[in-house]
């Protein structure tokens, strides 16, 4: 069976003591399950980084950080660095989110410069990319994945694709707002952003995880984790009741070994 990716950013809500409790219940809830069958992430708020390490097992659930600057230290109030990151134990960066993007204007150049800088501190770096709605009413879509993907990751060398990850989360399906996407649109961006990573980094980009994320909800994960080219789900509001997220994964857990996908 294929590794199936599953995790959630709680963006800026649950405090410290929260955020422990939910990634404790996610431990407990999921320890039966092989790792070799499953990558378990959680991204809570810097503050909960450190607590949440030391509460779990990092082999079984890993932490990340939602944000991170390329400098290792340096003049940059209200910023947080690699080296903080490391020592607080997060092993995944997520980079791009569309807020980052949208409400905090942060490009496709400033987020390949903290791309390189995660692979230099040898974490995983969460590549988030997406149109908004107007460009895909406009049928730029494949066009923003282009740009969004090469520019993302330029200066990358192969010997770091491994710790590459990309989730695909249009503009248009974050958040309460946003509308679900159908299966097929799904289907089709997934098969275009796995062809523009294997122009880029040949065979190699076959392996890189292409998660989906946005209004992924208990009507939908079914169906989406069920497309060939969607390696895992990144889930927001649906999976931020430990509850709720352990049914997601037990049931996703089951339809992989069904297809043996
Ligand atoms: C997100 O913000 O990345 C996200 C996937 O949110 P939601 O699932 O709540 O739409």
Not at 213 to 228: A, C, P, T
């Amino acid at each position: 069976m294929k590794k199936v990716y599953l995790g959630t950013n709680t963006k800026m809500y649950k405090t410290i003591k929260e955020h422990v409790e939910f990634v404790k219940d996610l431990e407990e809830g999921t320890k039966d399950i092989s790792r070799d069958d499953l990558e378990l992430f959680v991204i809570p708020s810097y503050t909960s980084v450190g607590p949440c390490n030391e509460a779990i097992d990092e082999s079984l659930v890993k932490i990340g950080a939602q944000n991170m600057n390329w400098a290792d230290e340096g003049a940059y109030t209200g910023e947080i660095s690699p080296l903080m990151l490391e020592e607080v134990g997060a092993k995944l960066i997520e980079l791009g989110h569309s807020e980052r993007r949208h409400v905090f204007g942060e490009d496709d150049i400033t987020v390949n410069k903290k791309v390189l800088a995660s692979l230099k501190h040898d974490f995983t770096a969460l590549l988030c990319i997406g149109e908004t709605e107007g460009q895909k009413n406009e049928g730029y879509t494949d066009k923003i994945m282009n740009i969004q993907i090469n520019v993302g990751f330029e200066g990358v060398e192969d010997k770091d694709i491994d710790k590459l990850w990309v989730a695909y989360e249009p503009v248009w399906a974050i958040g309460e707002n946003g509308t679900p996407p159908t299966k097929e649109y799904v289907e089709k961006t997934h098969k275009k952003i796995r062809e523009i990573l294997v122009k880029r980094f040949g065979e190699k980009g076959k392996e890189i995880p292409i998660l989906y994320g946005g209004s992924v909800n208990n009507e939908n994960f079914e169906e989406l984790i069920r497309i060939d080219e969607v390696d895992g789900l990144f889930i927001g509001r649906s999976a931020w009741v430990s509850e709720n997220f352990l049914k997601i994964i037990k049931r996703v857990m089951e339809i992989k070994k069904e297809n043996k996908k």
